[in-house]
C-alpha cells in the first residue's frame, strides 16, 4: 500500500436551502412527507450490519398527529444487547488498524449522501418524527450532521498532526489511540444531527459503538442507519439498539469493556449515569470517559440601550423555534423597565402573526406540536399555575390542546419574582418568563443572572453599550458554555461555535470541535533512541 500525507477536502459548512415556494428542493421533501406520512415503516435494530427484528414493536406516530400510525420499531431484549457488544468487541481489532483515511473517507462519503440523495429523506423523516418545520429539519438534520461529517474529519487530522518535539538522537512521536472497549452513545429526540454526530465522532476515531437513540426519534435514525451503511461502514462499527434504558444501560455499564459514555440528554439522568459508572468503576478494565451535555436554563439579558425590535427578535426566535425543545432555547429573560412595554409589545405582535401550532406539512407554520404526552401535560402545568399565582401574569399564549396533536401555544410569562419556578426550571417547551429590572440596578441584575440557574450552557447579552457588554462578558464569565453578544442564544453552527456547557450543562467538551474528538483518543507517546547508550555511568561520576 502506498504512503502519503493526505490532505482531506476542506470543510465548509453545508448551505442552507431556502424551500421557498416553488423550489425543487421543497417539493422533493414534500413528496417525502406524503410518502413517509402515507407508509407503515417496519424498523429493526442494527447489530453487526444485519437487521434485527425481535418482534417486540412499538408505534410510532407524529407528535403533530399522534393519533396516525407512520411504522413500529423492534426493542432489544438483554440477548441483543449483549450481542451488540460482542460484536462491536469483534469489529474493533479492525476498525481500529483501518487507516485513519479509509476511515475518513466514510463518513465524507456519509455526509454527501445526506447532502445529495437523503436530504430529502432525513429532513421528511425528522419533520414527521419530530415535528420540525422544514427551516428547523433543515439546519438540523441535513446541515449540521453534514458538517459534523465533515469537519470533524478536518478536526481529526489536525489531532494527528500535534506532535511533541524531538531532540538530537531522539525521535519521539505520539499515537492516537483509540479507546480499549466500546462506546455508549445515548442521543436525544431534538436534534437529528447529535443523533448521527455522537456515534460517528467516536467511530471515526476508530472506536466501536453501540448507540441507543431516543425511543422518540427513530424514525430518522433509521435514515442515518441507511446512510452510514451506504457509505460502506465495516459491520459491527456502530450498533443501534432501541428499548429499556434501564435494561439496556445496566447491561452496558456492567461490562468490563465499557470504555466511555458520549451523551446528550436530562442533566438527572446525566448524574445518575455518572454514579453508575463510579459504582462499577472496580469492574472496568479502563477509566471510562464521561462526555455529556445536559440541560439549561438559557438567558437573555438586555441593556437599556438595546433596540427593542433586536431584543424582540431574540426572543422569538431564541424562545419558540422548534417549540422551544433545544438545550439551548431562551427560557428567562431579564428587561430594563425604560424598555420594556415596547419589547413585549413586539414579542406579542410576533407571536399573533404565527399561525396555530399544527403540522410542519404546512409550511407556513413557524411553531408545531412538542414531542409527547409527558412533556404536554409537564408544560400545560407550569402554564396552569402561572395563571394561578399572583406573583405572574400570562401576557402572551397560554393556550394548548393535545386532541390532535401536543400542540402548546407559544407562551410569554411576566413575572415579578426573578426566582419566580420558571425562572429556574427547566421546561424544554414553548414557554418563556420575563423579568423586569429597574435600569440602574444593570450590575445587580448581572449578579441575579449569574446566580439564579444551576445552569450554564447558553445565554445572551443585547446592548450597544461596549462598556456593558464588556460589564456582562465578565459577570457571566461563568454562567454560560456559550455566550452570545447582540444574537440570540440558539443556533451554534459547526466549525464556527464549538457547543457546550458546564455547570449542571455538562462536561463541556464542545461538540464540533477537536476538543470532542480529543476524549475519544487515548495517547501513546513513542520515543525512539537511534544510539543507545551502552554505559551507565554519567559524567558526574568522574
Known amino acids: 500500500m502506498g504512503n502519503g500525507y493526505f490532505q482531506v477536502p476542506p470543510a465548509v459548512n453545508e448551505p442552507v436551502k431556502s424551500y421557498a415556494p416553488g423550489s425543487d428542493e421543497r417539493e422533493a421533501v414534500l413528496k417525502q412527507y406524503k410518502a413517509y406520512f402515507a407508509g407503515s415503516e417496519d424498523i429493526p435494530m442494527w447489530i453487526n450490519g444485519k437487521d434485527v427484528r425481535t418482534g417486540n414493536t412499538r408505534r410510532i406516530a407524529p407528535p403533530h398527529d399522534h393519533k396516525h400510525e407512520v411504522g413500529q420499531y423492534h426493542l432489544a431484549s438483554k440477548k441483543e444487547v449483549d450481542l451488540a457488544v460482542e460484536t462491536a468487541l469483534e469489529a474493533r481489532t479492525r476498525w481500529a488498524a483501518m487507516p485513519w483515511e479509509q476511515r475518513a473517507a466514510i463518513f465524507l462519503k456519509a455526509a454527501d449522501l445526506i447532502a445529495g440523495p437523503y436530504r430529502a429523506k432525513i429532513n421528511a423523516a425528522t419533520m414527521i418524527a419530530q415535528s420540525k418545520t422544514i427551516h428547523q429539519a433543515e439546519i438540523d438534520a441535513a446541515c449540521e450532521l453534514i458538517d459534523f461529517l465533515r469537519f470533524n474529519v478536518t478536526f481529526m487530522t489536525d489531532i494527528y498532526h500535534e506532535q511533541p518535539d524531538s531532540d538530537d538522537g531522539i525521535w519521539n512521536r505520539v499515537e492516537y489511540r483509540p479507546l480499549e472497549g466500546f462506546v455508549y452513545a445515548i442521543t436525544p429526540f431534538n436534534f437529528t444531527a447529535i443523533a448521527g454526530n455522537l456515534p460517528a465522532s467516536a467511530a471515526l476515531m476508530g472506536n466501536v459503538v453501540v448507540w441507543k437513540p431516543s425511543d422518540h426519534q427513530i424514525f430518522s435514525a433509521k435514515v442515518i442507519i441507511d446512510v452510514f451503511r451506504e457509505a460502506g461502514l465495516p459491520d459491527g462499527v456502530i450498533n443501534a439498539i432501541y428499548g429499556d434504558p434501564v435494561m439496556i444501560t445496566d447491561t452496558l455499564l456492567a461490562h468490563a469493556d465499557f470504555a466511555g459514555l458520549h451523551f446528550t440528554g436530562s442533566t438527572t439522568v446525566f448524574k445518575n449515569l455518572w454514579k453508575q459508572i463510579g459504582e462499577n468503576i472496580h469492574r472496568y478494565k479502563t477509566y471510562p470517559r464521561i462526555v455529556g451535555e445536559t440541560g439549561g436554563k438559557d438567558f437573555i439579558i438586555a441593556h437599556p440601550t438595546a433596540p427593542t425590535k433586536q431584543v424582540a427578535t431574540a426572543i422569538t426566535r431564541g424562545a419558540f423555534e422548534l417549540q422551544g425543545q433545544k438545550c439551548s432555547a431562551a427560557s428567562r429573560v431579564y428587561l430594563p423597565k425604560s424598555t420594556a412595554d415596547g419589547i413585549l409589545e413586539q414579542v406579542r405582535e410576533d407571536i399573533a402573526s404565527f399561525n396555530k401550532p399544527g403540522s410542519p406539512e404546512d409550511m407556513s407554520n413557524f411553531v408545531t406540536a412538542v414531542i409527547h404526552e409527558g412533556s404536554f401535560d409537564k408544560l400545560a402545568s407550569y402554564i396552569d399555575r402561572a395563571k394561578e399565582d399572583s406573583d405572574a401574569e400570562i401576557i402572551a399564549g397560554g393556550g394548548y390542546d393535545k386532541s390532535k396533536g401536543y400542540f402548546i401555544e407559544p407562551t410569554v410569562i411576566l413575572t415579578t419574582d426573578p426566582h419566580y419556578v420558571t425562572m429556574e426550571e427547566e421546561l424544554f417547551g414553548p414557554v418563556v418568563t420575563v423579568y423586569v429590572y429597574e435600569d440602574a440596578q444593570w450590575a445587580e441584575t448581572l449578579k441575579l443572572v449569574d446566580q439564579t440557574s444551576v445552569y450554564a450552557l447558553t445565554g445572551a447579552v443585547l446592548s450597544q453599550d461596549r462598556y456593558a457588554i464588556t460589564e456582562a462578558t465578565r459577570a457571566l464569565e461563568n454562567s454560560a458554555g456559550n455566550f452570545y453578544i447582540n ?56
Not at 514 to 541: G, H
Open 487 to 542: 444574537d440570540k442564544p440558539t443556533g451554534a453552527v459547526v466549525g464556527q461555535q464549538p457547543f457546550g456547557g458546564a455547570r449542571a450543562s455538562g462536561t463541556n467538551d464542545k461538540a464540533g470541535s477537536a476538543q470532542n474528538l480529543m476524549r475519544w483518543v487515548s495517547p501513546r507517546l513513542i520515543k525512539e533512541t537511534f544510539v543507545t547508550p551502552e554505559d551507565y555511568r554519567y559524567p558526574f561520576l568522574g
